[in-house]
């Protein structure tokens, strides 16, 4: 047995094999060939079994997101025999003598570049299409699998680190649980792990290597520790263990069904937080209120181009009509910082975090902006959505974002299209958007407090950087104190205020936050019914005396 130690940043018990995860892009190494005719067997091969690759996605899709959505599978069938292409990887492997891949990869990105310069705007999104295609017939060849994984039943995923847009592409049903070499404590990716409820690790001391991948391992999120096959001893606490855990989660069981009200009777709206449609049966399993906070950036980052108006509203209309009337909170999109998406060519930064992200973007490019919204307005005619900012600095912000609203509308009316009325709010991650909350308030109708974020920039500490993880203190006085002036000018205000940070979740926090008079929590759905517990043996007015 081998045991390695790391952060948790959920807990839990998961018991299974290990598997290495394989960045998605890979790192193609020329290799002079003797045999050309050989290597481009290789190729017609790859580009059969790729084709029927994309049949079985084809067919997957259109049951899952309908006909319409489906036909970039067909699309991407016809360009990968397309005859230029084709033409370029034989001729590149003939004249260079150099193997499948090589000419593979060289043909991808001179398409994709060639695309990318196009004038046309339906072109250059080919450019997406192409390194798709390319990276299909990489993963083939080398004998990958695109989510990184390549495996039939659930595993505990080990890797060296993994991005946002990385961990949203994965089968979520395939992993147990996340264990990385590097990472923070505050990204995105381990705020998936904590959505998903299972037990991770950070920062861990393993080396991945032939002697971990494969293995049975036990990993045990409490305890920050990853066994790698455990022996007899071992497996048998950890089993003892995992099943008090399961009896611990059945006992909250009880408190499905019962309104979120302290004993004084403050009703209280607990609600989760999701990145995707898929997150929705979990949100129903832990009986959350509602949803608090949707990550709708997952939907661009699972991407290779700009979502469309029509898939953005099917997934939004989805989620309002799954939660059937209970209040629906999607943020609109926070790309930027950690969540790097390549197509929007945000480039090079020296500060992302600090840098061209969220709200700024979308004030920048209104046409990203505008698809969004109006894909927003019209789904939440089919629930009770409402629509919240990030990233907000200064009132000027919410002006023009109003401004944008109100042409969205007018365009959707003159157009005849059916939309509902979400309420507005947004959220407060800035000091500069805590210190003038009086105002902002006046704007819309509710707060929601980023505490991953508002920490990040009250503090000065890159939440992104480990080496930072223990500086990065979301229970620092400064930010306590900065949510409590938020709630109060929220309330002087008459809006409501809540938080969707991590640090709603915190259960050492939650009668101090119920104290400052807070609204609403949004949190991990596996952390409902805990807080549940708190708030239902609060008194509010006994705590504050
Ligand atoms: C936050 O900053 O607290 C927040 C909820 O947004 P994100 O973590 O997605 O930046
Ligand atoms: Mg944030």
Redesign the pocket.
């Known amino acids: 047995m081998k045991t390695y130690y790391g952060k948790s940043v959920f807990n839990g018990i998961a018991i299974g094999k290990t598997s290495i995860y394989q960045k998605g892009e890979q790192q193609v190494k020329r290799v002079k060939v003797e045999d050309a005719g050989s290597e481009k067997k290789r190729y017609y091969a790859a580009t059969q079994q790729a084709i029927e690759e994309l049949q079985l996605l084809y067919e997957k899709a259109v049951k899952e997101v309908g006909e319409a959505n489906a036909a970039i599978f067909e699309i991407h069938q016809m360009m990968i025999q397309d005859d230029d292409y084709k033409e370029s990887v034989e001729n590149i492997i003939d004249s260079q003598q150099v193997n499948a891949e090589y000419a593979v990869a060289a043909t991808g990105d001179n398409f994709s570049k060639m695309f990318a310069a196009m004038d046309d705007e339906y072109m250059r999104g080919r450019a997406a299409d192409v390194k798709d295609i390319s990276e299909r017939l990489l993963n083939v060849l080398s004998g990958r699998h695109k989510d990184g994984m390549g495996t039939e039943e659930p595993v505990i995923i080990l890797a060296d680190d993994l991005a946002p847009s990385e961990t949203v592409q994965m089968n979520k049903d395939m992993v147990l649980s996340f264990v990385t070499v590097h990472g923070s404590v505050n990204s995105?990716t381990a705020?998936l792990a904590r959505t998903m409820g299972i037990p991770a690790l950070i920062s861990t001391d393993i080396k991945l290597d032939d002697t971990v991948d494969g293995k049975l391992a036990i990993v045990d999120g409490s305890k920050g520790v990853i066994y790698i096959e455990p022996d007899k001893e071992t497996m048998a606490v950890m089993q003892e263990k995992q099943k008090k855990e399961q009896e611990q989660k059945e006992l909250l069981q009880m408190l499905k069904g019962k309104p979120d009200i302290t004993l004084d009777g403050k009703e209280i709206k607990l609600y989760a937080n999701i990145g995707n449609s898929k997150d929705l049966a979990t949100v129903i399993q832990n009986d959350a209120g509602g949803i608090g906070?949707f990550?709708s950036e997952f939907l661009y980052l699972e991407k290779d181009d700009y979502p469309t108006e029509e898939e953005q509203f099917a997934v939004y209309k989805t989620v309002a009509e799954t939660m059937a009337g209970k209040q629906v909170i999607i943020r609109t999109l926070?790309i930027g910082a950690d969540k790097q998406c390549g197509y929007f060519q945000i480039g090079e930064e020296d500060n992302p975090a600090m840098g061209y992200r969220a709200i700024r973007i979308c004030l920048d490019r209104p046409e990203i902006f505008k698809t969004q919204l109006r894909a927003l307005f019209r789904a939440s005619a089919y629930g009770n959505i409402a629509i919240m900012y990030?990233m907000i600095t200064s009132v000027w912000e919410v002006k023009k974002i109003k401004e944008i609203v109100q042409e969205v509308k007018k365009e959707l009316e003159e157009q005849n299209i059916a939309f509902g009325s979400p309420s507005q709010g947004i959220?407060i991650?800035t000091p500069a958007a805590v210190m003038t909350s009086q105002e902002l308030a006046k704007e819309v109708e509710f707060f929601s407090i980023?505490?991953?974020?508002?920490t990040q920039y009250t503090l000065a500490v890159d939440r992104q950087n480990a080496k930072l993880d223990s500086f990065y203190d979301a229970h620092h006085p400064a930010v306590l104190s900065m949510i409590r002036m938020v709630i109060e000018n929220a309330h002087k205000e008459g809006i409501w205020a809540g938080i969707?940070?991590e640090l709603g979740a915190d259960l050492d926090l939650t009668q101090e936050f119920l104290a400052m008079g807070i609204d609403e929590l949004s949190v991990s759905p596996g952390r409902i019914l805990p807080i549940r517990k708190i708030i239902l043996e609060t008194n509010v007015g006994e705590l504050k005396r």
């Open positions: 995105h705020i906070l990550r926070d990030p959220m991650e980023g505490t991953n974020d508002l969707c940070g």
